[in-house]
């Protein structure tokens, strides 16, 4: 059976095309500093958005129409997954992620929770036997249940710290089984509705010891992938405790966990706590900490997390260039956590959501690799901090100046003289890349 | 005497140029549509930020450096009309805009800014005789003198409203002189700090009555321009009465006001509302309002008025896609109410940030106007709107329906089907417009 | 039967009561200015909120615990109704508000669907027979289900404005029925999601249209309902039309509806739009606008409608203000449009909200009774507009000055003294009052 | 000669006072809890603010009126220190903080500058020896001079890194000589305008640097005052390095400077970085970093700084919770970085501004004292979380819990259960406490 029968594999058409099924920017056999873009990339498809979630918003009623709906239960979790692994062929997605509950429904009890994920899991097993595509990651939902009202590991009620402990032990042995390439914790409820009811030092307490216990099972059960904290500021709590990359990095500093966790950098998370993408990435960089990607794009005049497909090259040019500074994502990569609009219901509109994200990056991967080689960034840098590399700077930068050499040089400085920064011609040199990219072609 | 003497005239050279003073994308003399990129673009000026403004910020002291500061007073005044004009000319913009406490400094008494004023009007005059450059508008600003603490027109001191009309008054008389197409009212303290201690109905009553006396003294003295509001929701005030486009267009049917005035839209005062650019434009458009542009962009992530210079060529295209639908700006323009950053301290700055703003429109109008002749956003609308042509629709949009007969209508409906909205879709295309604009160069 | 057993009857306790099913200052018989606060606040219930929603989140299921969720569809609906007048007499509110989504089930079609409100709506007034509780308004949801993805009034599909049509009918022929006191249209997905694939003047003239016949068909039927719009600024799309007061201002005065047409001001739409409660209430009441108030609050940190019980005595205090100045609300009432936290999930938590916000819309009341009593801002605002009442202020207000005589006037200003606005001052004081407001009790 | 002529030393006069030049809550004597509200509170003046600021803002020049600026250079600057002290006495505060250049103006050269800062200094000196006026801290101002466009100590310009080491040396030796008790280190500029030619890294290492050398100098030179960061996310930066509480944790994590620093909150930096006031009050006093407070508020629908006087009883009541809860603030105090509005321009707006803010901190530190007293959060706090006292959340807080102990346990959890959060009835506590704080006075 086919899922999507009027698609067939999208292929690449160059930029004039104007087949909404094809891609005209992403050529994934196109190579790129000795790589191809399929490689680098790294793109994974979210399966909450494209398969489990029906687009409905605290207004409305799911909008999605999806051939997979007139089934139910374990039933619609199997077809699920065939009509995936169709779209991850179909697509040429090399990657995927979920959270427990996006590949099966919970049962009565944990017990049969775990089973129906055990049935979903082989099944998933044989899809990728046939197939060439793994797991980027997985991940527990422990937010959409109720009993995690007032959150899981930062939970008030002890019992709800332990289930939420068990379903992320559940999952570390699923992403064992499934060859998964990292484990994401998003702490969905973890934070605060209100200050005036928390104790907030003993909840942060109790979210350091679950990673500790999570570090310590996945080293038990010799599953290696690499951790993954993703931040996000608020919503659905008022504060949430992995606020930003910065943020997250104190809690790491604090308990000591800085050596096994690295950051999964949402652009859209990024935003609501005030930041542009690539500030997260690159704080993510320069601290060693960037893992992963969640690509999408949220409304900068919006006040909630739209998880918009990517359609800024801007965004994408300037995220692109610090995952090459990065020398790439390594185990992480590109996952998709983003939806189609909920009045772009059509199953067919999965395929355009994800070309144009697919696109998007695609002309943000080539435009920074332009820049990279031409030294755009790096020259200016080189030049502005030039100050550093001889004299007082250099002794700066070397330990050797202390506030009286700095005074006593201050002091017979004649002038100071600082140079232009230059912001509108470094703008206007990135539109000239973007448009100049494909002039080639 | 040249103010700009490592600067010749600005040049087009093209895509690919890598002369930080020449334009790449702006070529005066281009035609697009049977008319040269000059005429319809109609760049203009700002006098403040070019030439009066010290890139002061609200924790720094002024860091411009220009080279008519080593004068004062009327002496810098005169100085700075040698230095705009020679500035327009190299640049290549036809219009300009100002102030009046831009162009002379205010004297120690009304009589006596009037004075200095006359003065430099007579020198600008002197100098547009040798030039074809045009005054957009010309405004007063009744904002910065700590006279204005309390408002201009709507001031809780009667005082206040006859000075500020005395300036007014002077203005119009300028703007006749000089030959103005449009003249602005932006109400930068027209608003309330706080509803604590503000009689809201008189102050907007005042304001109303200041702009019939202004129609009223202009209509006398025969001083035809168009008359411009520039709504802006807030800063310096808390709440400024012309919010936004929508607000004042409240305003100008309250008072019935709504035929002598038309809008001039800032983007970044867009944001500051919450709305897109394109939103105000495209209200006042749809409302037969669209005046002039205040071309300039904010940082969505920053919470005031930052006024850069447009460097983001999708707002720029969706701004020149309403300014062609509606059949231009008419006596308006794109005035480039913009500063180079405090960074960009340079005299030779002004250049840089300018070129970038005009390069970055004429890519807007590009791509916008290749938009239009492909009619990309007109097909989807009548595709998407076909049902209001026949039928039920039709009845409705012809006012031959009525609750009764859409009952009946609706109870006789077998199923209501939707088609989806294919944002992605559109998202991608603009971006497929963008990245092949310039492929045929 | 009973569904709150383990509550009774509300009563006030004063304000050192301990009791959490008290009220410490809502003393409905207390009498202020010749009236009873209960006449006076004309508290209103939402029927969505406190009986059919189910505190779930974006990223939640619902968690609230309710005894009637026992039953389904039809039962469950029958069920709420005496949930309802139950919680009504408990409470002491006199006036109740719904959707017609939230009294009955949608059925399989429209038909099905008006009959089973018909039903309800029976049982409703059955019980209201046996009660002082007055429908203060209802209305169509017409934005939860998938068929209005792209709107109502405003879709770009005329089924769906008929498909509304009808279904507003329904509700008008309801009111009537049960003498309800108002009817709202809340825009809900009037509005659009981006502009680039929306004809907005065409929308906005259906929203017109839409709107003429909702009045032409009350008239028809005789209910003589003070019609309301509430405006929203966005959520859930991202652009609703009616963006707040002014804005909804313009709307009404340009399509000539103003006659018909009040405002129902939400205090969190409010903040949403960027403007202070009291803000919205003064420019509804100040241009005769103000019909009735949704009584909730938002958070400042949040960009999204969280509809929390009110609890901040500053903005019930300005809010009554602005109500006492209006001469009360006419038909209008505070309706609690608001929901106990998803952490407040009991069914008691339902009178623990209730009691605070009523107790804090009673504080607000006495303060503000007191502060105008006292004349606190009437006092402030004669003395800072006195210039206004004689002199060129008077000529000014009374239409004799022209810029000519103003002019005049300001040239033989010898000094412009203005006065401290006293803003500490006035803060001050507001917190005096309110940290006296019991003293004496 | 004295400054404020019409005003006497203010009295406290209680609640019902109507005299604008008393307090209503501030009484210096009052005991609570065996101390005096004067010990501690420990208010302190901003010199800034007070005694040099003119009110300008970005769209006005100053509004000011001061009858020290009838002089100039160093003789205001002298006048001001005489006014200061006159101040301080009358307004009963026990503590100042300033700017090197607040105090003293600028000279041609550091050497000239160093003298000026000697003079004033000595004049200081010579008036705290007359009064028990102490320093509570001094800072350098290294933003406002147009050589600190591109940063301080993380200037892209060594020579600027240099010359704000001296700076920050000369203030740790004048805070020597004046027994400052803490020392503040604002990042005005240390931060980014764009990432587009930033070296974050970079700045970030040098600024750690500067910070160790500072630490260096202090012990070098025995001046034992607490050194103390005072985040603020953005303004006039677009992204300031000490954002918030939590991503200055990291930093001085990162660099291993956690010994040497505590944190300076501000109300309104705490707002402007998305976080309530009490948010980073209580992850301050959590990681002990708590030092000391700049005692303002902002205005949330605003994105800009506006420092106004603390006018919310909330916001002050759940501060001095957080300061009562951290055994005071020790050697740090509430220093009032705060300005009378712009129209509240008469200098004895100044005091009403000053007890305006002392009052709402005494009613604050009054209420929570009663909070605390009755341990109204605190059994909240019990309570919620009692389930980690006992049993498994033991077994988790004590480190004797794994992931597969929980999971045992998780799989015989009959049911979860939680209880409500109540939070409208701890709101609705909260307003009791505040509105019955004055009945038995
Ligand atoms: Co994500
Ligand atoms: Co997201
Ligand atoms: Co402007
Ligand atoms: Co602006
Ligand atoms: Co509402
Ligand atoms: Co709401
Ligand atoms: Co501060
Ligand atoms: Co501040």
């Not at 179909?90 to 089973?115: M, N, Q, W």
């Not at 046939?130 to 899981?152: C, Y």
């Not at 064992?176 to 990292?182: A, F, S």
């Amino acid at each position: 059976m086919t899922w999507f029968e009027n698609v067939n594999k999208i292929q690449y058409e160059g930029p004039k095309s104007k087949n909404p099924l094809a891609f005209k920017f992403y050529n994934p056999e196109e190579q790129i500093n000795g790589q191809s873009m399929e490689e680098f990339l790294r793109f994974g498809i979210a399966y909450w958005h494209t398969f489990t979630a029906d687009l409905s918003d605290p207004f409305g009623a799911g909008s999605a129409i999806r051939n997979w709906d007139k089934y139910d239960g374990m039933d619609r979790a199997k077809a699920r997954v065939e009509a995936a692994f169709e779209f991850f062929e179909k697509i040429g997605a090399k990657y995927f992620c979920f959270h427990d509950v996006d590949i099966a429904p919970e049962g009565d009890s944990l017990r049969e929770t775990y089973k129906n994920q055990d049935t979903i899991v082989a099944l998933i097993k044989d899809h990728m036997k046939d197939s060439d595509v793994k797991l980027l990651w997985n991940t527990a939902n422990n937010f959409t249940n109720p009993r995690f009202v007032h959150g899981a590991a930062s939970s008030s009620n002890a019992d709800v710290f332990a289930y939420s402990a068990a379903k992320v032990k559940k999952q570390l042995e699923i992403g064992k089984e499934l060859g998964g390439e990292n484990y994401v914790f998003w702490g969905g409820r973890e934070g605060y509705e209100t200050l005036l009811n928390t104790d907030l030092g003993l909840e942060q307490d109790n979210l350091a010891r679950f990673f500790e216990m999570a570090v310590d099972y996945a080293k038990e059960i010799g599953f290696d992938a690499q951790f993954l904290i993703e931040p996000k500021p608020k919503e659905p709590t008022t504060h949430q405790y992995d606020f930003d990359s910065q943020s997250t990095h104190a809690f790491l500093l604090k308990y000591g966990l800085q050596d096994h966790f690295k950051l999964n950098i949402e652009a859209n998370h990024a935003t609501l706590a005030g930041h542009t993408f690539e500030h997260e990435l690159r704080y993510a960089r320069v601290n060693g900490l960037l893992g992963s990607v969640d690509a999408n794009q949220g409304d900068p005049l919006l006040g909630w997390d739209t998880d918009e497909f990517p359609a800024d090259i801007y965004s994408t040019t300037l995220a692109m260039y610090e995952i090459i500074k990065n020398g790439g994502l390594g185990s992480g990569g590109l996952n998709f956590d983003a939806k189609a609009r909920r009045g772009s219901f059509d199953q067919e509109d999965l395929f355009h959501a994800h070309i144009a994200g697919m696109d998007h990056f695609a002309v943000g991967y080539k435009v920074a690799s332009q820049l990279v080689e031409d030294k755009v960034f790096e020259n200016i840098i080189d030049d502005r901090y030039a100050s550093y590399k001889e004299g007082i700077g250099k002794d700066i930068v070397e330990g050797k100046a202390d506030f009286k050499s700095l005074e006593e040089y201050a002091l017979n400085l004649k002038e100071i003289k600082n140079k232009s920064g230059r912001l509108e011609v470094i703008k206007a040199t990135i539109n000239q890349y973007l448009l100049n990219a494909y002039t080639d072609k």
